[in-house]
């Protein structure tokens, strides 16, 4: 199997050097080796330079949407679901956070689909773990792809693999006010730095979310047509602002539409915009 058809295979590697740099007052960083065996670590990947003696380099590794239509669903289901992810787990092990987009349902009593509507195995989610995925975000526009009913499963299931999120919240706890962000902290040979990662998405395909439990920048089916190129000061602006407010880093999904926008200090994971999530 080829996974050059999957979008986490295509951008598995996108921010994976993508280290944030730490001035410790004591500690060095670990020895670089490389492990040849595709359930280890690839450490080597991880070399940005030498850097200045004491340094300590974190390392981020992204990727877009983990998002399996049905002939990746049957692999899974035929191979086990750990197979999808033999030549990206090397990878995503060696970081210290790694990251994808979750983009739609687990819901085990309901059947697993695809394009239009995406309903996936909950094994998937251990599997994510299994390859070094311990963050998520869940706000965009598949995640409703199987209701209230989805979403909360699919929040379940990733909590129980031990995959922490942000976007997206409970169905009993949607009249409290969502978390801005998701605090994190990273921590390497006694040095640590502290993550607010935001997850948010522009509407979820016209699917009703009628306990409002997606973090939301604005409800539109309008912001982009798949294959188009999007233009206007407004979008431009949109993606630009977090920027300015400190954001350090952006992962961008659904790259297939682009949009014309300036760089910022800020890197993207993604030419899109339309779901996105910050790293500040």
Same mark, same amino acid.
């Given at each position: 199997?080829?996974?050059?058809?999957?979008?986490?295979?295509?951008?598995?590697?996108?921010?994976?050097?993508?280290?944030?740099?730490?001035?410790?007052?004591?500690?060095?960083?670990?020895?670089?080796?490389?492990?040849?065996?595709?359930?280890?670590?690839?450490?080597?990947?991880?070399?940005?330079?030498?850097?200045?003696?004491?340094?300590?380099?974190?390392?981020?590794?992204?990727?877009?949407?983990?998002?399996?239509?049905?002939?990746?669903?049957?692999?899974?289901?035929?191979?086990?679901?750990?197979?999808?992810?033999?030549?990206?787990?090397?990878?995503? *092990?060696?970081?210290?956070?790694?990251?994808? =987009?979750?983009?739609?349902?687990?819901?085990?009593?309901?059947?697993?689909?695809?394009?239009?509507?995406?309903?996936?195995?909950? *094994?998937?989610?251990?599997?994510? *773990?299994?390859?070094?995925?311990?963050?998520?975000?869940?706000?965009? =526009?598949?995640?409703?792809?199987?209701?209230?009913?989805?979403?909360?499963?699919?929040?379940?299931?990733?909590?129980?693999?031990?995959?922490?999120?942000?976007?997206?919240?409970?169905?009993?706890?949607? &009249?409290?006010?969502?978390?801005?962000?998701?605090?994190?902290?990273? &921590?390497?040979?006694?040095?640590?730095? *502290?993550?607010?990662?935001?997850?948010?998405?522009?509407?979820?395909?016209?699917?009703?979310?009628?306990? =409002?439990?997606? =973090?939301?920048?604005?409800?539109?089916?309008?912001?982009?047509?798949?294959?188009?190129?999007?233009?206007?000061?407004?979008?431009?602006?949109?993606?630009?602002?977090?920027?300015?407010?400190?954001?350090?880093?952006?992962?961008?999904?659904?790259?297939?539409?682009?949009?014309?926008?300036?760089?910022?200090?800020?890197?993207?994971?993604?030419?899109?915009?339309?779901?996105?999530?910050?790293?500040?």
């Amino acid at each position: 199997m080829r996974l050059a058809r999957t979008k986490l295979a295509r951008r598995a590697f996108a921010l994976l050097a993508a280290g944030a740099l730490v001035l410790p007052t004591a500690g060095h960083a670990a020895p670089l080796t490389q492990a040849g065996e595709l359930d280890q670590p690839l450490l080597a990947a991880n070399m940005c330079g030498a850097g200045d003696p004491g340094d300590i380099h974190f390392t981020l590794a992204a990727t877009g949407d983990t998002f399996p239509h049905e002939n990746i669903q049957y692999v899974g289901e035929a191979q086990g679901y750990d197979y999808l992810f033999d030549h990206v787990r090397p990878f995503l *092990k060696a970081a210290d956070l790694a990251y994808t =987009n979750f983009d739609g349902a687990m819901l085990a009593d309901s059947p697993y689909t695809g394009y239009p509507a995406f309903n996936y195995n909950p *094994k998937l989610a251990l599997a994510l *773990k299994n390859a070094g995925i311990g963050l998520v975000s869940t706000a965009n =526009n598949h995640i409703m792809d199987r209701g209230p009913e989805g979403l909360d499963a699919t929040l379940q299931v990733l909590q129980q693999a031990g995959i922490v999120q942000h976007g997206t919240v409970a169905s009993q706890a949607a &009249t409290q006010p969502h978390p801005a962000y998701l605090p994190l902290t990273l &921590t390497r040979s006694g040095t640590s730095i *502290k993550i607010a990662f935001l997850s948010f998405s522009w509407g979820t395909n016209g699917i009703p979310d009628p306990f =409002n439990q997606v =973090n939301l920048l604005w409800q539109s089916n309008e912001y982009g047509t798949q294959g188009s190129l999007r233009q206007g000061d407004f979008r431009l602006r949109q993606p630009q602002e977090p920027v300015e407010r400190g954001t350090r880093g952006r992962s961008g999904f659904h790259a297939f539409i682009l949009a014309e926008r300036p760089f910022g200090r800020a890197s993207s994971a993604g030419a899109g915009v339309e779901n996105q999530s910050q790293l500040g």
